[in-house]
T-cell receptor, first 113, second 117 residues
């Protein structure tokens, strides 16, 4: 069973479109995240979310919005896609306390053309 | 704000040899976690090893071990008996203990490890 799964794995879309990436975790974790990995492989957190609080990295454009229908899901919606949004997006989850490590999905490679 | 620095963009090692990847970090926190993650060409992020700052003993996982120097804010990864499957990007990451993980992980820029057969 996949612990953190995200769909789709690949997404090619035109500039200006709106798209969503879905993420689900079956680990019972209370915190979920979205990370962006740029073309130079640098990973940076975009959002973290638990059932109490959403923390947004201030550098993330407001075209990006996380949506959490329940504790096990955190989807990423992107409006008005731009060429610079092309990247790999990773969903992750962790449990507050415990061993603290984050478990990652397999990533979604987004290409904006 | 915390920062993580990996000063080696790329490292190369012969199969069966030992290699050490460097990582330094900066934080004002006293209690935190440090991690090494591996990212093979498949893109999956895989946890290699974890260290809790309050533990003086260096973490080990089979062929992987760390040298954690808290005062120097250094956290290097040693891979013994390198195998072809170890070829990957390796990321050092930091997370403070307080806040329950809300901050997420802060990553270094990664080291690309090449294994020469």
């Amino acid at each position: 069973d996949t612990a953190v799964s995200q769909t789709p794995k690949y997404l090619v879309t035109q500039m200006g479109n709106d798209k969503s990436i879905k993420c689900e975790q079956n680990l019972g974790h209370d915190t979920m995240y979205w990370y962006k990995q740029d073309s130079k492989k640098f990973l940076k957190i975009m959002f973290s979310y638990n059932n109490k609080e959403l923390i947004i990295n201030e550098t993330v454009p407001n075209r990006f919005s996380p949506k959490s229908p329940d504790k096990a899901h955190l989807n990423l919606h992107i409006n008005s896609l731009e060429l610079g949004d092309s990247a790999v997006y990773f969903c992750a989850s962790s449990q507050a306390g415990g061993h603290a490590e984050a478990f990652f999905g397999q990533g979604t490679r987004l290409t904006v053309v | 704000a915390q920062t993580v620095t990996q000063s080696q963009p790329e490292m190369s090692v012969q199969e069966a040899e030992t290699v050490t990847l460097s990582c330094t970090y900066d934080t004002s926190e006293s209690d935190y976690y440090l991690f090494w993650y591996k990212q093979p060409p498949s893109r999956q992020m895989i946890l290699v090893i974890r260290q809790e700052a309050y533990k003086q003993q260096n973490a080990t996982e089979n062929r992987f071990s760390v040298n954690f120097q808290k005062a120097a804010k250094s956290f290097s990864l040693k891979i013994s008996d390198s195998q072809l499957g170890d070829a990957a990007m390796y990321f050092c990451a930091y997370r403070r203990r307080s806040g329950g993980g809300a901050d997420g992980l802060t990553f270094g820029k990664g080291t690309h490890l090449i294994i020469q057969p």
